[in-house]
């Protein structure tokens, strides 16, 4: 039997990490008859649980325990986890509340938004070239605001958030796997409160639920880490440029299962702002070839 290359197995990991990110709607669409919190807070704990187990196969403990050496790093984690929780809780109200298309904007406008994060925080440079698509982004935006008269806050809260996130994490350098088990770690106390002695629910006390419902909640850990895995080995094998042609394929699967397979309406104002958000992409995307051929 063939083996594969390190950059085929790279390939292989990262369209693994980005369907499951773009098939993901699917899951939570699927339990949207459970609180939002509380599918928020097994996500949380699950997640704790799952990465617990695959740092014990790694043998990762080490490892995991010297990040808290430092006090900067705990710190830092504190935001991250703050500031993943409330992505995740944007994101699955968008989902269950039939805003999926706004969320497959705010992931699409993602790249963008860490380009200019890029550009206040790290000193990093701008080219003409992505100062034009951060442009046609606002100018999308704006289009939505006027035609709609409202401001699309689902899909500037989510890439905002996880763009803020990616920064902090860039700051410290924790590997994502521990990085996500402590901060799911530092908000397991909160999640653990409001399933044990907040929630009114039915289905907050799993003894109660069948095991067809309970098997589904604690999906919710894998489903959270399984991705975050296999961009992690993805982005070990690959160029960071190669990584980043993969990073919209999840908004695009998106985009097309809220109008394909949940009826969401893409109105005329929503679709010139999609038009307008991908041909900043394509500039940003195809920057050097563009240059060359100009």
Request: proline letters at 4%; a positive charge.
């Amino acid at each position: 039997m063939k083996e594969f290359s390190q950059a085929q197995l790279g390939i292989i990991y990262a369209l693994s990490a980005y369907l499951l990110w773009g098939f993901a709607p699917i899951y939570f669409k699927y339990l949207e008859f459970i609180p939002i919190y509380e599918v928020l807070a097994h996500r949380v704990i699950w997640s704790v649980v799952f990465t617990a187990i695959v740092i014990t196969f790694m043998g990762g403990w080490p490892k995991a325990i010297a990040v808290f050496r430092k006090p900067k790093n705990i710190f830092f984690l504190i935001c991250t986890s703050l500031l993943i929780t409330f992505n995740w809780t944007v994101f699955i109200w968008a989902i269950n509340n039939g805003r999926m298309l706004e969320a497959s904007l705010g992931y699409f406008i993602n790249p963008l938004i860490n380009v200019l994060l890029g550009l206040l925080f790290l000193n990093e440079s701008f080219s003409r070239l992505k100062w034009v698509a951060i442009l046609l982004a606002l100018v999308g935006v704006l289009i939505q605001v006027v035609q709609l008269g409202n401001l699309p806050w689902v899909s500037l809260v989510l890439p905002i958030s996880f763009g803020l996130y990616a920064l902090l994490r860039k700051k410290i350098q924790i590997e994502a796997l521990t990085g996500l088990f402590f901060e799911t770690l530092l908000v397991l106390p909160v999640a653990l409160c409001y399933l044990f002695l907040i929630s009114g629910s039915n289905s907050a006390n799993m003894i109660n639920n069948n095991w067809t419902l309970n098997i589904w909640l604690m999906l919710a850990g894998i489903v959270t880490a399984m991705p975050l895995i296999f961009f992690a080995q993805a982005a070990l094998r690959l160029k960071l440029s190669t990584l980043g042609f993969f990073q919209y394929l999840a908004p695009s699967i998106v985009f097309a299962m809220a109008v394909l397979l949940y009826g969401e309406v893409l109105s005329p104002p929503k679709m010139i702002t999609f038009i307008f958000i991908w041909v900043g992409i394509f500039l940003f995307v195809f920057e050097n070839k563009i240059k060359r051929w100009l």
